[in-house]
């Protein structure tokens, strides 16, 4: 049985589950034209994440995938974290708002109990995929024995290996191009590999399906990938500008307007590409201090975000984006679908 017929779509294309981006109406706009939806459900907590996965059952009957993080809770380091509030205070002061003093565990793992496993068999999506590393044991097992699928990002080739002798039904190749976080769960390097030759190294090296992801923007650039051995592609950046996305009008705009990226881990305490703001232009100097853990960095970025929004000063946002965002167009999610799958259909 083919990957389309197992996830029972029709089109090799896979909506990112991008957590903050990710609504139910995207998602359901991509399973109805035949894609694989999703939702970002790793920054949700258990009432938001089953409020969004009932929402999206409502609109559409299609086949949709739903997304949780499986980092490694760690515990803040206290010397680390007063080293970098010293550091932000001055771009607080700028926006006449005290450094906060604590910082917070803003998001859950998947990892640290099984309320989120519990949640996926109550509601029973098609497909469950995980960032940050690979569930444990008893998690998988349970949901391969309630028939959901399952798949996890690897950005190198131990990773993938990990993942496959794991049991997980399939490998989300994500290459260095990939907007966002990556999923990273290697902590001893980050391998930097182009999608391209991800793709191919896993595609020879694994036995499960490959699913590329990162700078996939057109039909075009998913039929290479298809020959070089993935089954399916994940695009995120190419949907952030639809209208159904939780994108605000200054992301947007961003998209379009300042279509360069680079890779910082300011904003959140892990490395993620997003378009070039004041995050890279004005923090991420020479002598900037080591950054929290994850995701308590993040929770301060969001803090500073909140402060210089609401001044008009909008360059602290996580704008995250692929490296290829210059091509991005302007469709909503069903014309995007039926874009690719033409353009797909013509390269053949």
């Not at 389309?4 to 294309?13: A, V």
């Not at 005290?98 to 029973?124: H, M, W």
């Not at 990938?225 to 159904?244: E, N, R």
Request: aromatic share 8%; charged share 15%; proline share 5%.
């Amino acid at each position: 049985m083919s990957l389309l017929e197992r996830l029972e779509i029709k089109h090799p294309f896979f909506l990112a589950p991008m957590a903050g981006v990710s609504t139910p109406a995207l998602a359901a706009e991509v399973s109805n034209q035949g894609g694989l939806g999703s939702l970002g459900l790793g920054a949700s907590s258990i009432t938001a994440a089953r409020g969004q996965i009932l929402a999206t059952q409502a609109l559409t009957d299609a086949p949709f995938q739903v997304n949780f993080f499986c980092h490694d809770s760690q515990k803040l380091d206290r010397e680390i974290t007063a080293q970098w509030l010293d550091y932000l205070a001055p771009q607080f002061e700028r926006f006449n708002v005290s450094v906060p003093a604590e910082l917070e565990c803003i998001y859950p793992s998947f990892l640290d109990n099984d309320d989120f496993l519990n949640l996926v068999l109550e509601t029973r999506p098609k497909a469950v995929s995980f960032h940050f590393g690979i569930p444990n044991a008893h998690q998988i097992t349970t949901l391969k024995a309630a028939g959901i699928l399952t798949m996890v990002s690897a950005t190198n080739l131990p990773e993938a290996q990990a993942i496959e002798a794991a049991g997980i039904d399939m490998i989300i190749a994500q290459g260095i191009e990939a907007g966002g976080h990556r999923g990273i769960f290697n902590q001893h390097i980050d391998s930097a590999i182009k999608t391209s030759d991800l793709v191919q190294l896993l595609s020879k090296k694994c036995d499960i399906p490959v699913i590329a992801a990162g700078g996939i923007m057109t039909g075009v650039q998913a039929r290479q990938m298809l020959q070089l051995g993935a089954q399916a592609v994940q695009l995120g950046t190419a949907f952030v500008q639809c209208k159904s996305s939780n994108a605000n009008a200054a992301y947007r705009k961003a998209l379009f307007n300042s279509p360069i990226t680079q890779i910082t881990d300011s904003i959140s305490g892990r490395p993620a590409r997003g378009l070039i703001n004041q995050w890279h232009t004005e923090i991420d100097l020479p002598l900037r201090p080591a950054v929290p853990a994850y995701p308590y960095t993040y929770d301060l970025a969001k803090q500073l975000h909140a402060a210089a929004s609401q001044q008009g000063e909008h360059g602290y946002g996580a704008y995250w984006a692929g490296s290829n965002v210059a091509q991005i167009r302007e469709l909503e999610a069903a014309d995007l679908i039926n874009q690719l799958a033409l353009e797909l259909s013509q390269t053949q």
